[in-house]
């Protein structure tokens, strides 16, 4: 993916959560500040890929490192909330579930790897979870993180990568458009990306 596309798919990301989420990020400013660490952790065996997890209003923690999202299995029944903490020592990453069309047959590497822009402005993510470094609470900014409607779902980190966590959260908190901060491209270039499938 080059350069330009990833700028592509961030500002596309920023406007579209910006138009949909159900709280504005700068109404979640005191959140940011007031942030407490997250209960959910990951054990040494909690984190590998699992063919199935979860039961129906069960908590699922997820754990973001960079740059890949731990304890994630194949399969969740509906109902089954996700809570997201960071691990990274630096970077902010976020959990962006996507849900795909019934006839999408293409892999998530290759739905990742084409223009999630797109996608993104053609249906509304389900959740957006966004957790900053250092032992800080989840921001449900779409969402809380529940998955209720059966199918395929993409997941999804389209932080710029370096940027200044901080500085990424006052601007997407105060702004009426995509932040404007120094970064690279997003984190789904570095492979954070991953397929879930929600069952009945």
Same mark, same amino acid.
């Given at each position: 993916?080059?350069?330009?596309?990833?700028?592509?798919?961030?500002?596309?990301?920023?406007?579209?959560?910006?138009?949909?989420?159900?709280?504005?990020?700068?109404?979640?400013?005191?959140?940011?500040?007031?942030?407490?660490?997250?209960?959910?952790?990951?054990?040494?065996?909690?984190?590998?890929?699992?063919? &199935? *997890? $979860?039961?129906?209003? @069960?908590? /699922? #923690?997820?754990?973001?490192?960079?740059?890949?999202?731990?304890?994630? +299995?194949?399969?969740?029944?509906?109902?089954?909330?996700?809570?997201?903490?960071?691990?990274?020592?630096?970077?902010?990453?976020?959990?962006?579930?996507?849900?795909?069309?019934?006839?999408?047959?293409?892999?998530?590497?290759?739905? &990742? *790897? $084409?223009?999630?822009? @797109?996608? /993104? #402005?053609?249906?509304?993510?389900?959740?957006?979870?966004?957790?900053? +470094?250092?032992?800080?609470?989840?921001?449900?900014?779409?969402?809380?993180?529940?998955?209720?409607?059966?199918?395929?779902?993409?997941?999804?980190?389209?932080?710029?990568?370096?940027?200044?966590?901080?500085?990424?959260?006052?601007? &997407? *908190?105060?702004?009426?458009?995509?932040?404007?901060?120094?970064?690279?491209?997003?984190?789904?270039?570095?492979?954070?990306?991953?397929?879930?499938?929600?069952?009945?």
């Amino acid at each position: 993916m080059h350069f330009e596309r990833a700028v592509v798919i961030i500002d596309t990301m920023n406007q579209h959560l910006h138009h949909t989420a159900r709280q504005p990020l700068r109404r979640l400013l005191p959140h940011l500040i007031a942030a407490t660490p997250v209960i959910a952790s990951c054990g040494d065996d909690a984190c590998g890929p699992a063919a &199935a *997890a $979860g039961n129906d209003d @069960e908590v /699922l #923690a997820v754990v973001m490192d960079d740059f890949h999202y731990g304890g994630l +299995p194949d399969v969740v029944p509906a109902g089954t909330r996700i809570e997201a903490s960071n691990e990274s020592a630096d970077e902010l990453h976020e959990f962006v579930a996507i849900r795909l069309a019934d006839d999408e047959r293409r892999p998530a590497a290759e739905i &990742a *790897a $084409g223009d999630v822009g @797109e996608l /993104l #402005a053609s249906t509304e993510p389900t959740a957006v979870l966004i957790v900053p +470094p250092g032992g800080r609470e989840q921001i449900a900014a779409v969402g809380d993180g529940t998955s209720t409607e059966p199918g395929r779902y993409l997941v999804v980190c389209l932080i710029p990568t370096g940027a200044d966590p901080d500085e990424y959260l006052a601007a &997407a *908190a105060t702004s009426d458009g995509p932040p404007q901060v120094d970064g690279g491209p997003p984190h789904i270039v570095n492979g954070m990306f991953a397929e879930l499938t929600v069952s009945e």
